[in-house]
């Protein structure tokens, strides 16, 4: 396998952290004027809407944009602003709804194990779409109702509790199983799906194939009420002796695994991106808040503990930003992605996206804690980049394993 379909321009790779690639500052500013022009006034009303009401006009506004198609090259109809230009989009879109950016980002953990084939024939065939007028999304199917973690960390597949399986059948094979809290699974044209080769134990024959959401046996379930990220639909994925043509297997059998950390280094950049733009936006709040409060008969902002933490606040907003642009350069730059760079992007800017709403609210106090404001919705969402793509606990295991691999390599 190959992941050289998804790099960026090797021009436009440098970061000098002062200076932006220009492709990729320009598709930031686009996507910013997208944010803030049309998903940050209709958030908090889309927010409080029925949980399976989704907004396709939204949806198409960004794909007006070049949002379904940022991460593929120029060759398939893509943009080809890299892992850098997709993460700074995320915390843009973030920043006004992490919803939609949600939606946009699993889109394209869904083109990623296409992308990462270098297969001609299955990038033509599921990836052309999105360089076509109407709006269509992806989806990523791995969670199951008792296999979470366990098929993120790869030293736990052999006792991952998976359900969902894959039988030879003549010349393809036949899925089985029942993918739950699945992004864009009650929208997408199709999922790639991650199922363990009958035979193997556990999770170690995990295998990844792409199966169009219409085909004979799949079943879309009800869509999930969550607690953030409602301008996104979750939902269950059900297969029931689904044929799969042999085609559809991305990267043979029992590949899944590797597939699998491949898409998550690379995703971890645009999921911490994506805590910057929720901490950025309760920092934003703050700010404001504390520049036209008075209190003690003077404003908030010059009171000595507000100061410090919004001083805090802001440093805190800005390491995450760095981490997680450090990282998207090394994975458009390194063969294959690092783990732990994207890891550590990750663990920081979920933490700071928590911290930071939870000081926000209580810096503004009664307001914070009313709908009306939208900072409860803020804190609501910065709950939810900590579950997906690794918990804080399964990403320190992979940055503790870096270490000690990193310390026996220094040994040689």
């Known amino acids: 396998m190959t992941a050289t379909t998804v790099r960026a321009e090797p021009a436009e790779t440098d970061l000098n952290f002062d200076q932006i690639p220009r492709s990729v500052q320009r598709f930031v500013d686009e996507v910013r004027d997208f944010a803030q022009g049309v998903l940050a006034p209709r958030a908090v009303r889309l927010d409080q809407q029925a949980a399976e009401e989704f907004d396709w006009e939204v949806i198409q506004a960004g794909h007006d944009i070049g949002l379904t198609r940022a991460l593929l090259p120029r060759e398939l109809g893509g943009l080809g602003v890299g892992v850098l230009g997709l993460a700074m989009a995320m915390e843009e879109l973030a920043a006004a709804d992490p919803g939609i950016a949600l939606a946009f980002g699993a889109t394209m953990l869904g083109q990623t194990p296409v992308l990462l084939t270098g297969d001609p024939d299955l990038q033509q065939r599921y990836l052309s779409d999105f360089a076509g007028p109407r709006a269509v999304l992806a989806c990523n199917a791995v969670a199951e109702e008792e296999a979470g973690s366990d098929l993120v960390i790869p030293q736990h597949f052999p006792d991952?509790?998976?359900?969902?399986?894959?039988?030879?059948?003549?010349?393809?094979?036949r899925l089985n199983g029942h993918k739950r809290f699945i992004t864009n699974g009650a929208v997408a044209t199709f999922s790639a799906v991650y199922a363990n080769l009958e035979g193997h134990p556990g999770a170690t024959g995990l295998t990844c194939v792409i199966v169009p959401l219409d085909a004979p046996g799949v079943r879309r379930g009800d869509v999930l009420d969550k607690m953030g990220y409602r301008n996104c639909l979750g939902s269950e994925l059900w297969f029931d002796d689904v044929h799969v043509p042999a085609r559809d297997v991305v990267g043979g059998e029992c590949q899944g695994a590797a597939i699998n950390v491949a898409q998550g280094n690379m995703a971890r950049s645009s999921v911490a991106a994506i805590s910057?733009?929720?901490?950025?936006?309760?920092?934003?709040?703050?700010?404001?808040?504390?520049?036209?409060?008075?209190?003690?008969?003077?404003?908030?902002?010059?009171?000595q503990m507000t100061a410090r933490r919004l001083a805090d606040m802001a440093v805190d907003v800005d390491a995450a930003r760095l981490l997680y642009q450090r990282a998207a350069v090394k994975v458009d730059t390194q063969l294959p992605a690092p783990e732990?760079?994207?890891?550590?992007?990750?663990?920081?800017?979920?933490?700071?996206?928590?911290?930071?709403?939870?000081t926000a609210v209580a810096l503004m106090g009664s307001r914070g804690y009313m709908r009306s404001y939208g900072l409860e919705k803020v804190l609501r969402d910065s709950f939810g980049t900590r579950i997906f793509e690794g918990t804080p606990e399964a990403l320190a295991l992979a940055i503790t394993d870096c270490l000690y691999r990193d310390d026996d390599d220094d040994d040689f």
């Open 160 to 173: 991952a509790r998976m359900r969902t399986t894959l039988r030879r059948d003549g010349d393809g094979y």
């Open 276 to 303: 910057t733009g929720i901490a950025r936006h309760a920092l934003d709040l703050a700010v404001h808040w504390a520049g036209e409060r008075v209190q003690g008969g003077k404003l908030l902002r010059e009171h």
């Open 340 to 358: 732990r760079e994207p890891a550590m992007a990750k663990l920081f800017a979920d933490r700071v996206a928590v911290e930071t709403a939870s």
